[in-house]
């Protein structure tokens, strides 16, 4: 790609060393592909504690030290963020808590526990999950099998909801207090959430990974440009030419636009984006559209 005359630039936070606004009167055309990396948090008490980190900062710590430091830059050498002889409490499920499960057993885990807090989902299709719906049935994915074998038991806790983070006296954490809720159906239909009296417990941990999901893309690069965000924090472009912002020059593709997915859909929004720019910058391409459909027109 470099041969082709593409120029990169490394280690440049845009909206920060450069501003965003800046790209955008210096190109013709901007394309904003930054992902949703902005995590959800959990504002309870005791938050402020050592050993209590989001999912993403586990675990991009962990690649970068095995991929081992790259050619030609200065590596910064940062403090060791490990679950090694640790007791590992992982706060969220999906993939990036199962990812932060496997990563803790493959770095030396004491124990490992992640709590969700939907219920177990059951082994098959309820009645009201028909298809063509997502089927929301109990799997068991890479890590909790990895786990199962190691301790004997899947890491799992349904129905689980953290109310405080303990204080091990020095700053540190050591625990969480817990709480175990039930879903019943209100009034209208709605699930409801509600507490289990006496089932409060207390889960000891000297780290806690927090896997909630994400929220959407860094502020700060859409606040420099003005631009709008859709009710679910992501980038909001036109209802006709779904990879163009209000701002005629500036495009959003993947993550930052749709939301959180999977990799596949970066890779076929990133295409259709640049179609979107030819089109934008010459009137028309020749660039394959949706579904790999190439329009003469």
Request: proline share 6%; hydrophobic share 35%.
């Amino acid at each position: 790609m470099a041969a082709e005359g593409i120029s990169f630039k490394c280690s440049v936070d845009v909206g920060k060393d450069i501003s965003a606004a800046e790209l955008a009167n210096e190109y013709n055309a901007l394309v904003l592909c930054m992902g949703a990396t902005w995590p959800r948090d959990l504002p309870l008490k005791g938050r402020q504690l050592g050993g209590i980190h989001f999912a993403m900062e586990f675990l991009e710590g962990w690649q970068k030290k095995q991929a081992g430091p790259v050619p030609g830059h200065a590596s910064k050498e940062t403090p060791a963020l490990t679950a090694k002889d640790k007791n590992v409490l992982i706060i969220g499920g999906g993939d990036t808590g199962c990812d932060c499960i496997a990563t803790s057993l493959r770095q030396g885990a004491k124990s490992i526990t992640t709590f969700e807090i939907l219920p177990e989902p059951k082994k098959s299709r309820g009645q009201d999950n028909p298809w063509p719906q997502w089927p929301r049935v109990f799997r068991v994915d890479y890590g909790h099998e990895e786990v199962k074998v190691k301790f004997g038991n899947d890491p799992r806790k349904f129905s689980t909801l953290t109310k405080e983070f303990l204080d091990d006296g020095e700053g540190n954490v050591c625990g969480v207090n817990a709480v175990e809720v039930e879903w019943t159906r209100g009034p209208g239909g709605r699930w409801e959430m509600n507490e289990i009296p006496g089932s409060e417990r207390v889960y000891k941990c000297e780290l806690v990974l927090l896997a909630m999901g994400f929220l959407g893309p860094e502020r700060y690069v859409a606040s420099q440009l003005d631009l709008i965000l859709d009710a679910r924090s992501n980038i909001e472009t036109a209802k006709d030419n779904i990879y163009q912002t209000p701002m005629e020059n500036v495009f959003a593709a993947g993550d930052c636009r749709r939301g959180q997915s999977l990799v596949v859909w970066a890779i076929s929004e990133g295409r259709q984006a640049a179609r979107a720019v030819d089109v934008y910058l010459t009137g028309q391409s020749c660039l394959p559209g949706p579904g790999g459909v190439v329009y003469t027109h």
